[in-house]
Structures are given as structure tokens and as C-alpha cells.
């Protein structure tokens, strides 16, 4: 079976401008997105807080939880439905170092719901010293592997080619990011390692590229770099095109049957995969175009 | 069959072999004999997986470089006054300092060859004369800090391992990390609100004498004498378990330490019948426990452990045995949890919980399931595509797909790596990029057969111009996951494990083994036709 034609042509290059103003646009949507919330919303990992996973035997709603939890425990508690049962909810506070947290939950839902009727299934409390590094960590871990990337296609091609492929992963990461500001998910670790596994997929796809524009070049010196580069996108995009969407059906299994704990990290992923996928056509190989031109208009 | 093909055969085949191996702990375990399952552990399940609590402790250091120039201060006293050295007081200030007070010069310059001699680790800061005073100050060398520091988190570490060791839990891990903290995780452990309270208590236990001659209820107000202090004694009542604090005196100085135990065992108290905790002393301790009650019958004894009084009893007569009981109307949970952390020994300084993060098992037990379903609905989906879209070669395709997914859990057995929820996520991702270095060479090869090429020869320069495209685009995904492996806790490094495994895993698949498929399907045949 074949979804692309052999002999497919399609003018990538010469529709670049309108892939960068797409880019650009969504990317600014995300930016004005992340300004009027008030920068990205952290999950307890980062900005420090309690979280609970609870789920109860009986039917009940967040407003009631909220009113038996704010007046005995965690003042600031917000709450909310949790994952595909409708008894299942999860309790965000501000609050971190509340002694005997548990206890004072289980008592205070257990006066009200019964003891036996609440399920404490999860907790995860994260001091606001300890958010804040794992915060800091996380962006030098996403610098890291991109110095590490830019470092190793550097050696491999060209610096160029690192350039415009960097240019692409954090064309991504921003696109995820402003992803995550416009639904209202939070950011939490798992999130961040979803992050790295995009730069590692996006550039995955970009490499595959750019090695047939190394191998390309040498060939068809006469039709000039634009003609080489549009040609290795087209005998490239029938895997492109396989590889992604098996890649995104999974990702999708993940999203849909993973269960709530890691529905963000499915999130990021599934956004991850279409960006990466878009950026490896449309960003990082025109770039390289762009790039010659600029250097060619300037001689 | 040509030796190459045979030889290749044969790796992949013993491979594939210890991989069954080491795998067949973790699905039949009780079945095998006991050397098998030793050499080989089943797949060890992160704590999100499996259930218990992951907590980082901060060992509040500083506080410990106070008690110690706390009790240098107390030794600085005495030894002033065994000298018949006139001073005005010695004192601990903020800023871990210590002042010392005194008259003249002469007493100044004995004070100093008292330092030299005594505490050669404590270095003279500044001088301040004022108004007929010299006050010297000293403090402990920039090194001296360092060592009582990573002291007390070496002590707090062997403290906590005490405890834990007879709280009960299996494989409990317990690792310094960073400067001073520890980080504690103990599995499958049912009652965390206890764990926190057994683990988080300081447990420093010490007798204060009560000071009878001052009103505790003008002690509230804030009038205080010097060398005294007012703590609360807790009483909870029997029957609503409410807890009451009472306000007390006693002496600042104490008279004895929990350091001087020699054990702690729960009893009944038969009249009550109401648990206590029942403590011996070692022979310092008898001795000075024996004077103490001697010289003070009558008299009230605080049992203070981390600043509350749990009872004040009077000394009827003087204890010779050298043992005392704690009762402070425990739940026999309590007196059992009092007598481990008092058998275990007290923090050298107050910990703090930095990071607290508890999975209950059935949580864990529902994300074990959800996670290994969309393992398979992923894998289902990619092998029917390939099917499909290659046909004969999809299969073969299909074969290194199930083989990688063998060899990603072999190797986190051999590895004796930790699978977590993100780590599923890591298997689940690396299903749909595993293929991919399989769709990179069957396109290849279809490119070379639409050239003209045949067969043997698309496939030979299908895999070989592959190849380089392969290994340059799975090794900077491999950097991202390294990079996430040292930068992540956890579950986040259970998924840079898993990725990183399942990229080596896939690169061998799909370049050995489906290249030994094809080489041994079209050995000794002339094959005109591909399926791909």
C-alpha cells in the first residue's frame, strides 16, 4: 500500500512564508495566552501546595467537599471532578507543611461522609523551596538537551542545520506551552519530561530530513539548494507521514486509556507530535533556505 | 545457509534467550526454582505503581551547630566555675555565636587559653569592651560547621534507618541526597500518617526539675526567672481524646538526657490498665539518675520529650535501678511508636518534610492496568498498520516490534531499573517511534526497487543508506533522555529509562533482526518479488 506517491512534488519551500506566519501567529496567540494568565500555571511539583486524589463510595459534588475541607484543613483549597468517574476528585491548596494533612482530612470528610466512604488515594505535598528548584531544574534540563543537540548536529552537518533545528524544537516547546496555557492544564514534572521526549521526537523527524538534504546536495548540485531541499522533504514524506501517525495513534491510546494520572503528560505529547511533525517540514528545512538567502543577499 | 546468517542467527536467538530468562520471574514467579528467581528479581514497580510513600526530610542543620554551642556554653560555665574564674555570663547568640563575659583583662586572657585548650575548633571573632565589661566572642571554625552539619545528617540518616527498620516495611530505601536532606520511600506502606509522625519526630527526650516557687500563670503572662523555662504538659482525656496543655516552670538546664537510654519497651499499667512506655538507663545514666532522685525527693521531675512535658511526677524516694516509665495517657500505637523512637534514638536536630508524595495501592493498582492497556491498544494499532501498509515486510516489521518490547523488559530486569507510570508512557511512545527505523528502511528499498534495482540488492542499500539516517536521528533523542535521566526523579527518570532502553532495543531490532529476516528469506532463493 501507498499513501504518497512516489513522483509526489509538493512546494513546501515555496509556501514557507505562510508556514512562518501560521507559526508565528499561534505562537503569539499562546504568548498573549500564557501574558493574560499570568504566566504558566504550575502544578504542585513547581509552585509548591498539596495535592489529593480522594474518591468516595457515595455520589457527592465539589462544592460540598469544598465546604467540609476549607474550614478544617486547607483553607485554600479548590476542587475538582477527577478523570472518567464522576466520585473521584482532586483538591488543590496553596498550603504545604500542614501537620497530619491526613488525618485532618480523613477526619473531616469521614464526620461527614462516613469513614468508610473516603478513599484517600493520593497525596503529594511539595514544599515551596523544593518547587522552585525542581522548577529551575526542569528549564535547565530542556537547556541541557538542547545544547547537547545543538552540539551533536553541529558535528554531524552543519552549524546551520543545529541552528534551524533549535530554532524548530523551541518553535514546539512554545507551541505546547501556549498548548497548555489556552486549555488550562498545569505543569507539573511529568509534563517537563514530555517536553524533553517532543525535542527528542521533533528532532527525530527533523534529522531524517536533513540527512537526505546532506545526501541530496552532493547530487543535484544544478537545480539549485531550494529545489534540494523541497525534493528531500517530498521523498521523505511518506515516512513522515507513516512514522507520525502511528507515533500519534499511540500517543492518542495513551491520551484516551492511560488513566487521569498522566492525562497532562498524554496532553503534552499529543500536541508534541503534531508540532514536531509540522516544524520538521515547515520550520526547520525552510529555515535552512531562508538562511542561504540571507547569506547570499548579503555577498 | 551461509555461516554469517547463521552465526547472526544464533546471537539474535541467545539473546532472545536470556531475555525469556530473565523475564520469568516477573510472570511465573512461584514456579521456579529458587536460584533463578535470586538471580533474577522480577521488574521492580515504582512506587506510583506499586503503592507508598516517597518523602524528602530536611535535616534542619543549623539548629544542630546551636545545640552544640549550646552545650559548649553549658561546658564553658562549669568550667569557669571550677576555675574560680569571675564572669558576668557565657551565652549563645544568634548568628552561631558565643559571648563570653568577664571583669578584666586578666580573666579575658584565661578565658582565651581556656578556649585554646578546651575547644581548638572555636575561633575568636571580636572584642567589645563597654562600660567596665569584656565581652569575647568566638565561634566555631568555617570546618567545624561543615563536619557538625554533615554529622547531624549522617546521624539523622542511621536514626531514621533505626526506625524504619522496626517500623516494619520491606525494602524500605533511605539515601542522603543534596547537602541535608534524605530522601525516604517506603513501599506499599499502609498507614503513612504514622510513618510521618514515627520519622518526623525529633525524640529528644530530657528530665527538667520543676521549679515549685514561681506562678506558671505569671509564667504565661511572660514573667520568667533566669535559667527557667515554661513548656506545656499534655494530658488527653480518657474518654473524648481531647488534648489539654497545662502550662509548667522548670529548669532551663536539664537534669538527664534520653541520650543516657538503654532501652524502651511498652507495658500495661495493670491498675489503668493503660500502656506506658517503661525506659532503662545505661550505667551513666543509672548513676546520675540515682543521684539526681536522691537530692530531690519530693520534689517534681518534667519528662520532656521535644519541648512537652508528658508527665511531672514527684520523686517519692530515690530511684536506684536506674529505670523510669513514660505515661502520658498513650493509645498503645503511641507507647509502641514512643518506645521504637526512643529505642532508635533521638534526630541530632529537627527534620523537616519537604516533599511528600503517597500513591495508595489501589490508585497504583488501576494505573498498572491503564497503563499496560494502552501498551497493548498502541501496539495493536502499529502492528495493524504496518501489516497493512508493508504487507510481507510489515510482518517482519511486526516480529521486531514484539521482540523489542521482550528485550525493553528483559533489560529493565538486567538492569534492575524501576518501572513507573511514566515509564509505561516511555514504552507506549517508544512502540510508535520503534517502527520507524523500520518504515525509514522499507522505504528505502522500495525507492531502491522503483530505480530497478532487484531484490538482494534494494535491500542491501536500502538497509546500508538507512542506516547513518537511523543512528543520527535516535541518537539525539537518546541525549534528550540522558539529559532527563539526571535531571529527573522518580517516575520522570522511570521514563527517560524506558525511552532510552527502548531506543537501544529498537535500533538492534530493527537493524539486526529484520535484516537477518530478510537475509535468511531470500537465502539460497532467487526471490523476484518483494512484499513490502
Known sequence: MQLIKPDVNVDFIGKRKIAFALSVILILVGIVSLIVKGGPSYGVDFAGGTLVQLRFTEDTNAEQIKKVLIPAVLSSATVQQFGDNANEFLVRAKESNVDGLRNHILQALGAHYGADNVDLRRIEMVGPQVGQELRQQGLMAVLYAMIGILVYVTWRFELVFALGAIVALVHDVLLTLGAFSLFGKEIDLPVIAAFLAIVGYSLNDTIIVYDRIRENTGKHLSSGFAATVNLSINETLSRTILTSTTTLLVVLALFLFGGAVIHNFAFALLVGVVVGTYSSIFVASPLLITWAEHKGASK | ???????????????????????????????????????????????????????????????????????????????????????????????????????????????????????????????????????????????????????????????????????????????????????????????????????????????????????????????????????YERHVDERTKAVTETPLVVYKKSAL??????????????????????????????QRFDQITAANVGKRMAIVLDDTIYSAPNIRERISGGSAQISGSFTEQEATDLAIILRAGSLPAPVKILEDRTVGPSLGHDSIDQGINSVLIGAFIVVLMMAIYYRGAGLIANGALVLNLVFIMAMMTMFKATLTLPGLAGIVLTVGMAVDANVLIFERIREELRHGKSARVAIDSGFAKAFVTIVDANITTLIAALVLFQFGTGPVKGFAVTLSVGIIASMFTAIFVSRLIFDLFLDGRQVKKLSI
Open chain 2, 257 to 286: 538526657t534520653g541520650d543516657l537510654l538503654s532501652d524502651a519497651q511498652v507495658r500495661i499499667d495493670t491498675r489503668f490498665n493503660e500502656p506506658y512506655v517503661a525506659i532503662d538507663f545505661n550505667s551513666v545514666g543509672a
Open chain 2, 1 to 231: 545457509m551461509s555461516n554469517s546468517i547463521k552465526l547472526r542467527g544464533l546471537l539474535v536467538l541467545f539473546c532472545l534467550a536470556m531475555a525469556l530468562v530473565s523475564l520469568a520471574p516477573t510472570f511465573m514467579k512461584d514456579s521456579l526454582p529458587n536460584w533463578w528467581q535470586n538471580a533474577f528479581d522480577p521488574i521492580h514497580l515504582g512506587l506510583d505503581l506499586q503503592g507508598g510513600m516517597h518523602l524528602v526530610l530536611g535535616v534542619e542543620v543549623e539548629k544542630a551547630v546551636e545545640s552544640r554551642l549550646d552545650s559548649v556554653v553549658d561546658q564553658m560555665e562549669s568550667m569557669l566555675r571550677d576555675e574560680d574564674i569571675i564572669f558576668k555570663r557565657v551565652e549563645r547568640l544568634s548568628g552561631e555565636r558565643m559571648a563570653i563575659t568577664v571583669y578584666d583583662e586578666s580573666a579575658g586572657a584565661e578565658v582565651d587559653a581556656m578556649i585554646r585548650n578546651k575547644f581548638p575548633n572555636l575561633e575568636p571573632m571580636t572584642l567589645a569592651t563597654d562600660g567596665g565589661y569584656i565581652q569575647k566572642d568566638y565561634r566555631f571554625s568555617a570546618k567545624e560547621i561543615k563536619n557538625i552539619k554533615d554529622y547531624a545528617v549522617r546521624q539523622a540518616l542511621e536514626t531514621m534507618r533505626n526506625r524504619v527498620d522496626q517500623f516494619g516495611v520491606s525494602e524500605p530505601v533511605l539515601q542522603r541526597q543534596s547537602d541535608n536532606r534524605i530522601l525516604i520511600q517506603l513501599p506499599g506502606i499502609k498507614d503513612p500518617q504514622r510513618a510521618i509522625e514515627l520519622l518526623g519526630k525529633t525524640a529528644r527526650l530530657e528530665f527538667h526539675m520543676v521549679v515549685e516557687n514561681v506562678d506558671p500563670q505569671q509564667a504565661v503572662k511572660g514573667i520568667l526567672p533566669a535559667g527557667t523555662k515554661l513548656l
